[in-house]
């Protein structure tokens, strides 16, 4: 009912290479569920945003994500009455005509690639907010004002780190999305983005879906989940004909060469379970961010390294791999840490720019 559209009072998005993140206020529970739009549902309760709701005053932020090449439904989601009413920044929500003057804050670059199309299929005008600016602001918003938010993963263990304010700063923010950003972060407003890779999400995706069966990044996580790495992998122990290479300090189990054994043998594609390939590209794409990560931390002398984006998806292996690789190639100086909210900075990041 328009009523209930109303308490809507602000939306945010941003537009990725690979996923549409729309983060948006909301002080009745009843308008933001989705009837004619049931798979969000579902993706909405994957986030826990539970601490972020005691953070501001009776309401709730809802967390929703698209597929970038599904824009369409993320279209119909917001030309749902509900929406289109009540996004207006600064104006009312009952004045009709008011539909023409939306106006949502948008990042990634699908704020430039799309803005026509907002326009033109809803009348709503996206009002940038820079990306990494974005991704710094949610971030740091993250660190402060929810206590559950950043934790380390070691061994198979979770464990929620307390953030001192006092002592926040600087950190490296690396956010995995389709591709990575490394940015060094000073303090609110002051960051440079020092590096990044295009070696990251988008490529575990794209050459997982080449080189296996699998039709979605579910499909493939869940797989590389049962699948052994040391099938295709090059171990030092495969070279050292079973032991370690213990001169340089390198175990029998370390990989050499990712995908290495598929040369030797006399095997093609079909002869490697999916599983094992997926699990082998998970691994040395984490093993990669973890390293370059590392060696930016190292660069800037930084001791904290907080992952972001929906490549990690809270997924245990891919946490561990990035978690061992700093921890090794810091030898224990620098910490990896990551932000529950993962693949929402920069979404939030945008939210925060509203003024009222
Ligand atoms: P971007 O802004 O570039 O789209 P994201 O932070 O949204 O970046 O992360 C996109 C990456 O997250 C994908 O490349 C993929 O590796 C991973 N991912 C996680 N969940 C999904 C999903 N449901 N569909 C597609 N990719 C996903």
């Known amino acids: 009912s328009e009523q209930s559209c109303e308490e809507i009072s602000h939306l945010s998005i941003d537009i990725g290479g690979t996923l549409i993140k729309i983060v948006y206020f909301s002080t009745n529970s009843k308008c933001s569920t989705s009837d004619e739009v049931p798979a969000l549902s579902k993706e909405r309760q994957e986030v826990p945003n539970g601490d972020l709701n005691h953070h501001i005053l009776s309401g ?15 279209i119909k989601f917001l030309s749902s009455k509900k929406l289109q009413q009540c996004v207006i920044t600064g104006a009312q929500c009952h004045h009709s005509h008011a539909v023409d003057k939306i106006k949502i804050k948008a990042t990634g670059g699908g704020a430039f690639k799309f803005a026509n199309l907002f326009k033109e299929k809803l009348g709503i005008t996206l009002d940038k907010v820079e990306e990494m600016e974005s ?30 304010q006092k002592d926040l700063y600087p950190y490296l923010l690396v956010n995995i999305g389709s591709g990575v950003s490394m940015i060094k972060v000073d303090g609110d407003g002051k960051f440079q983005r020092v590096s990044g890779t295009s070696v990251g999400g988008g490529t575990f995706l794209g050459l997982g879906k ?5 039709q979605s990044f579910d499909e493939l996580l869940e797989l590389s989940h049962q699948g052994n790495n040391r099938v295709i992998d090059m171990l030092v122990g495969d070279i050292y004909g079973g032991l370690d290479y213990s001169k340089i300090g390198l175990a029998s189990t370390a990989i050499a060469s990712s995908f290495g054994k598929a040369i030797s043998e006399n095997k093609e594609l079909e002869d490697y379970k999916p599983e094992d390939i997926a699990r082998s590209l998970l691994r040395m794409i984490s093993n990669n961010i973890g390293q370059i990560a590392y060696l930016n931390a190292l660069r800037f002398g930084l001791k904290r390294i907080f992952l972001g984006g929906f490549f990690i998806r809270d997924h245990a292996y891919t946490m561990d791999t990035i978690s061992v690789a700093v921890d090794f190639w810091s030898k224990g100086e620098a910490k990896a840490m990551f932000l529950r909210h993962e693949g929402f900075l920069g979404a939030l990041g945008a939210f925060m720019n509203y003024k009222d």
């Open 60 to 74: 709730r932020l809802y967390f929703v994500k698209f597929e970038t090449s599904k824009i369409e439904d993320c």
């Open 135 to 164: 991704l710094v602001t949610g971030a740091n918003f993250l660190l402060k004002a929810v206590s559950h938010e950043a934790y380390t993963y070691i061994g198979g263990q979770k464990e929620y780190v307390q953030i001192d």
């Open 210 to 214: 080449l080189l296996t069966k699998c």
